[in-house]
């Protein structure tokens, strides 16, 4: 009844939580929270995860007693890990006033164990160490597996076993790649399951934490003015737009094997578009939507391989400073042929988006950093003011913007008239601009991630069958592509992707936003 209780309090800060539960618990014996970074001494425990552990300390939302532990194969001490953690610090807390006492806390309780991926030995060393600092308590445990793929399920078969005799719950947050196809995707998803309930799998896309991204199903279901209007009927076409200016930089080796299709687009770009597509979930319970989200999935359309514009950046030079091509990278093949921009036009094969056309462009090295999502509106039928030769909007139509980042915003844009004696109409923007309606910062979307998979709450992981139905998506394609040795377009480093991608949206009948 006290964890009962506890999941009615999810709302109230975790810490808050805590205490009310061991003030009203009867009895019931405290609980802990262990967090284990596999992989800790990488790129993404520094620049992501570590940091996103301290905002949500910071912000108060970890529980009372929790433990953090890094575990890789570089030997470091704890003192060396607290020292690599204090200047990787890139939240948005290192703002903040107070941030250097609160962080001095936060190291004391970070820990790290050396030890290999495979090694059932070491994972029993780390136990014990675990149990220590878990004094007895109820002992939850989550491990963040942050290490190449080809090494996640050595790992969970090692932490899993060794905290086979936990009272508390075992959590594994898995990162991205889930496979390279379907083939490959299955295959990980039957290893993991040899040793994980599929409830304790937490397969993270970190688009889904994203502020804008979450607040995609507000927009749509508690707007009465958006609802009506999202289907066929009203909209002409659907955008979904990724781009770096900066290309592979670092993670060449890790990025030839896969290329920006399985990057981007299989995974980041089309989860946010089966949140923007999927019928009205039951509830907003993680099953619910997830339900919907797979049903969205499967009825798309295969994707042809015409639909699909693909390119790969060359080294250019500007204003005397010269850019690497892709090839230039020394972990990347001189001939490789992987595309670092991909254009694709998909379709929903339902009764809600028959003939839409949803397009979606994604790119590294390209002139700006944004992503984005781009609604946009078919003609006013009939338009007094097309009829009007003296106005002079004869083709603009209303588009609503979704900018997940950077400025994160929304904006509609509508037909105006210019104020005067005359009839004159411009386009203008309805805009809500986070920055100045909200005066707190926006939360990393590993903050929101991490703390969803210590409350327990999955709706923002994938789910097996959704992880299926995206493969099963591309996969045909993406065997097509490498069978056929497609070569992408070649295009400059900071411009703005290949000339194909404009072709193809003109194939739809669309002008990229
Ligand atoms: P790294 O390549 O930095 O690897 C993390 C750690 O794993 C390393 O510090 C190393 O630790 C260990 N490791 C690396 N290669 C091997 C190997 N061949 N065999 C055994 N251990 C190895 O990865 P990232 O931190 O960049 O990424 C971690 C995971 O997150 C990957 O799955 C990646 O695809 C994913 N990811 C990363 C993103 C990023 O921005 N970096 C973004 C999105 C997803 P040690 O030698 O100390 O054991
Ligand atoms: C990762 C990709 O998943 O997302 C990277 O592997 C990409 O290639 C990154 O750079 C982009 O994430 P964000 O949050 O910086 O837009």
Redesign the pocket.
Known sequence: PAEKLKDGLLSVQSQEADKLVAELGGGQQESTVSITVV?A?????K??IFPALFALYYEGCLPQHFTIYGY???KMTDGELRDMVSKTLTCRIDKRANCGEKMEEFLKRCFYHTGQ?DSQEHFVALDKKLKEHEGGRLSNRLFYL??????FVDAVKCASSSASSLSGWTRVIV???FGRDSKTSAALTNSLKHYLEEDQIFRID?YLGKELVENLSVLRFSNLIFEPLWSRQYIQNVQFIFSEDFGTEG?GG?FDHYGIIRDIMQNHLLQILALFAMETPVSLDAEDIRNEKVKVLRSMRPIQLEDVVMGQYKSTTKGGVTYPGYTDDKTVPKDSLTPTFAAAALFIDNARWDGVPFLMKAGKALHTRSAEIRVQFKHVPGNLYNRNSGTNLDRTTNELVIRVQPDEGIYLKINNKVPGLGMRLDQSHLNLLYSTRYSKEIPDAYERLLLDAIEGERRLFIRSDELDAAWALFTPLLEEIEEKKMIPEFYPYGSRGPVGAHYLAAKHNVQWG
């Open positions: 992989g001494s990488g790129d993404l425990a620049k992501k890789a194969r570089s991926y942050s290490i190449p793929p080809n090494i990162e991205k790649p970190h993670r890790y």
